[in-house]
Nanobody, 114 residues
Framework: VQLVESGGGLVQPGGSLRLSCAASRNIFDFNDMGWYRQGSGPERDLVAS???????KYADSVKGRFTISRDNAKNTIYLQMNSLKPEDTAVYYC?????????WGQGSQVTVSS
């Protein structure tokens, strides 16, 4: 299984970016998929997830600003990020879970700075 991410970059505070994650297999094979981010520390924290039934979950820090969605026909999930803040700066990883096993994308740098 491969997850290929795209869409990171540099944006000013208040701006928007959209991340994409294309899977090499049917996304309904996964229990859930999501976006995680890793800042300066070692932890990779959940940003948003969507399960096979379509239920979404968000970190409190991004609620109302970020939206996770999927395109079933393209086996792709997205993360629309609006009203970006400097503290959103991190490497963002797409993750896909089957039971306890995670597959990760290559990571996308998102930098929010003026």
């Amino acid at each position: 299984v491969q997850l290929v991410e795209s869409g990171g970059g540099l944006v000013q505070p208040g701006g928007s970016l959209r991340l994409s994650c294309a899977a090499s297999r049917n996304i309904f094979d996964f229990n859930d998929m999501g976006w995680y981010r890793q800042g300066s520390g070692p932890e990779r924290d959940l940003v948003a997830s969507i399960n096979v039934g379509g239920t979404t979950k968000y970190a409190d820090s991004v609620k109302g600003r970020f939206t996770i969605s999927r395109d079933n026909a393209k086996n792709t999930i997205y993360l629309q990020m609006n009203s970006l803040k400097p503290e959103d700066t991190a490497v963002y990883y797409c993750g896909a879970r089957i039971l306890r096993r995670y597959t990760w994308g290559q990571g996308s740098q998102v930098t929010v700075s003026s």
